[in-house]
């Protein structure tokens, strides 16, 4: 079983930064593609940002320039840093990692989320 284990989250004033973390731990071979979600209330999740395996990057138009995501590979450890925020991204943010695993011989690939975490920004 692979958990992820999301962190920093918080209340930031508008034009702030906040620095997201998601561990992941457990029974990992390797992992291919992490990224980042966030829901509004209200509001279906919208996929924000997601890195590959290789470190390509995409992000979705309304926070590019401002969000990065990046990864540890070594720490098997997604980041999302969020700089000039705006009050229209408060959600909870979510991370996903697709894992791979080693099982009876063979690798499967499996996706798991973390728990979310709160961002709120303030006008």
């Known amino acids: 079983q692979v958990q992820l284990v999301e962190s920093g989250g918080g209340l930031v004033q508008a034009g702030g930064s906040l620095r997201l973390s998601c561990a992941a731990s457990?029974?990992?071979?390797?992992?291919?593609?992490m990224g980042w979600y966030r829901q509004a209330p209200g509001k279906q999740r919208e996929l924000v940002a997601v890195i590959t395996s290789g470190g390509s990057t995409n992000y979705v138009d309304s926070v590019k320039g401002r969000f990065t995501i990046s990864r540890d590979n070594a720490k098997n450890t997604g980041y999302l840093q969020m700089n000039s925020l705006k009050p229209e991204d408060t959600a909870v943010y979510y991370c996903?990692?697709?894992?791979?695993?080693?099982?009876?011989?063979?690798?499967?690939?499996?996706?798991?989320w973390g728990q979310g975490t709160q961002v709120t920004v303030s006008s």
């Open positions: 457990g029974r990992i071979f390797s992992i291919n593609a």
């Open positions: 996903n990692a697709d894992v791979v695993e080693e099982r009876y011989g063979s690798e499967f690939q499996f996706r798991y």
